[in-house]
């Protein structure tokens, strides 16, 4: 698994930050994750808490280290939002659409 940094191993702390993103009412709902409309704001989190991880213990394989783990991690995401799907087009003259 590479999170930005080039983190080669899923390591404890992964679970225990997913962990403590379930809140009382989530868990009062059932879930035992938070819920998937919460999807990219939880991976940004975790992604930056395995990023402190590395460095702290030295695996990680890029430098230097982000000041701002999750700013780096939203910088480095990849986005699916675009202005528009639909090509420019102009009108021909003397025709009506």
């Keep these: 698994m590479t999170v930005?940094?080039?983190l080669k191993n899923i390591v404890a702390c992964w679970f225990?930050?997913?962990a403590e993103m379930v809140t009382e009412?989530?868990?009062q709902e059932g879930r035992v994750y938070p819920p998937l409309s919460?999807?990219?704001e939880v991976s940004t989190k975790l992604a930056a808490r395995l990023i402190e991880y590395a460095y702290k213990e030295g695996i990680a394989t890029t430098y230097p280290e982000p000041s701002d783990k999750e700013e780096h991690v939203?910088?480095?995401q990849y986005h699916n939002?675009?202005?528009s799907f639909v090509p420019v087009t102009?009108?021909?003259p003397g025709i009506e659409y």
């Design 74 to 76: 939203r910088q480095n």
């Design 90 to 92: 102009y009108p021909w």
């Design 16 to 18: 225990q930050a997913l």
């Design 25 to 27: 009412q989530h868990l």
């Design 38 to 40: 919460d999807v990219r």
């Design 81 to 83: 939002k675009y202005e």
């Design 4 to 6: 930005s940094v080039c």
